[in-house]
């Protein structure tokens, strides 16, 4: 279930909670995810205390258990969110509205019953890591800034090779069952991912690379997000949502910014324009819509509308984009149209480039500028020099659909991922096959188990 809204909230306030007592799946969960997780989560539980499910905030941190039933003003979270405990919480952000403070009143007075699904309350981090028995599909891939390594997707982790997969460096586990978008800060040190579990929580990560540590985790939505990326400066995150919203966190402290619903379908990528002042956000809605990353204003639609949309790729040195998805043309366009318009027309495109063999799933584009990597349902990976349009290249060896793609930081390499489980490494000159492998562990089948 969505969020309330601030005047939601207001007017269950107003009337007592006349009608029913507030509930936690409802009322309570959204704000914890919104203003305590980015500090309280299980890779990070400030004091000891993690508050992602019910079981977490009942059962405390150092101080004790997180409320007490029936007993509102005896509760730590409400001594600690109205500031009758030091220090005030949350820490170091505007503190909660009175009708939050409220509804946390209300609801443990009631007695603090937990009304979420039964799934919820057991999705805790992870702490041995997955086993596999065959190569998980592979949803998100990204080369390192200093080319030597790539994170790849897994189940319920992020898996750090060595770039040509020689050897497997780290295995970064989180709470969310898929993670479908990865990306790099510029230096390197950082490491966002977006996923979630489906059907129950959206979640953005922030990794310290060096470490392997998870700085950060907040979640979002009541099922998975997508298209995660990173500002340039590495201020902000922005993610697309299956509710048809746009969430943008502040990387620093993991807490939600705001949230844009000027989309009509499911928000499937997102990408920051070289200013980090500025982001594209695409749509099965059929548009790519440029958004103040600032406020979250509505600026003007990029394109003309066309088929759904599911990819956008920026170029490393201009404000153009190329996007694509159902219709399976890439289309090139400028991120700023000649006129000030806000509607959506075709004044910003810059070319439309050959039809594909199924429907565009991934893009990227170049360090220099000079070739766009198009992938999708189709099991081969073309590349295009986007000055003329002209097919360079077409790298081929999957068996079926590709879902995620990186060059290298220098052009060279394009790595590949989808369906098969299998990362292949191309040279991008020729599209010959350098290295291929199965980025997880794969362990050995039980005897008499299914083959």
């Not at 990204?142 to 897994?154: K, L, Y």
């Not at 099922?223 to 995660?228: C, E, I, P, Q």
């Not at 489980?421 to 299914?450: E, W």
Request: with cysteine; hydrophobic share 40%; charged share 20%.
């Amino acid at each position: 279930m969505l969020v309330r809204t601030v005047s939601i909230l207001m007017v269950a306030a107003a009337v007592g909670f006349a009608a029913s007592p507030p509930s936690y799946q409802r009322d309570i969960r959204p704000i914890l995810q919104k203003q305590c997780q980015g500090c309280h989560h299980p890779a990070q539980k400030s004091a000891g205390l993690d508050v992602t499910t019910f079981n977490d905030l009942r059962k405390g941190g150092r101080r004790g258990p997180g409320f007490i039933a029936q007993k509102p003003d005896e509760s730590l979270v409400i001594k600690y969110v109205t500031a009758a405990m030091q220090p005030r919480m949350p820490l170091g952000q505007p503190p909660l509205k009175t009708e939050e403070i409220d509804l946390f009143r209300e609801w443990i007075r009631a007695g603090a019953i937990n009304d979420s699904d039964a799934a919820e309350t057991t999705t805790s981090a992870i702490t041995e890591p997955s086993v596999y028995h065959q190569p998980p599909v592979i949803t998100a891939l990204r080369f390192s800034p200093d080319g030597n390594t790539i994170a790849v997707s897994g189940n319920r982790e992020i898996l750090l090779h060595k770039a040509d997969g020689s050897a497997l460096l780290q295995r970064l586990q989180g709470k969310a069952e898929r993670i479908l978008s990865v990306d790099f800060s510029k230096d390197g040190k950082l490491l966002i991912a977006g996923g979630g579990t489906p059907a129950q929580f959206g979640e953005v990560q922030v990794w310290d690379v060096a470490s392997a540590k998870q700085l950060r985790s907040a979640t979002v939505t009541t099922d998975t997000v997508f298209g995660a990326s990173l500002a340039p400066d590495s201020s902000r995150i922005a993610v697309g949502a299956a509710d048809n919203t746009v969430h943008v966190f502040e990387t620093a402290t993991g807490k939600e910014l705001y949230k844009i619903g000027n989309h009509e379908n499911w928000v499937l990528a997102t990408v920051f324009g070289l200013d980090s002042k500025r982001f594209v956000t695409v749509s099965k809605d059929r548009a790519a819509k440029l958004n103040d990353a600032a406020s979250g204003a509505f600026l003007e639609n990029v394109n003309l509308l066309r088929g759904e949309l599911s990819a956008v790729a920026r170029h490393p040195k201009k404000d153009i984009v190329v996007i694509g998805g159902e219709e399976r043309y890439p289309f090139i366009y400028l991120m700023d149209r000649p006129r000030n318009m806000k509607i959506a027309d075709d004044t910003t495109l810059v070319r439309k480039m050959e039809r594909q063999d199924g429907a565009i799933v991934a893009l990227d584009w170049s360090p220099s500028g000079d070739r766009i990597a198009v992938a999708g349902l189709s099991p081969v990976v073309n590349l295009y020099d986007p000055e003329t349009g002209d097919l360079k290249a077409s790298c081929k060896g999957h068996a079926a659909g590709i879902y995620s793609l990186s060059f290298s930081p220098d052009g060279k390499r394009l790595a590949t991922g989808g369906f098969d489980g299998k990362v292949r490494i191309y040279n991008t000159a020729d599209c010959a096959l350098l290295h291929s492998f199965v980025p997880v562990p794969l362990a050995p089948m039980q005897s008499g188990g299914i083959q």
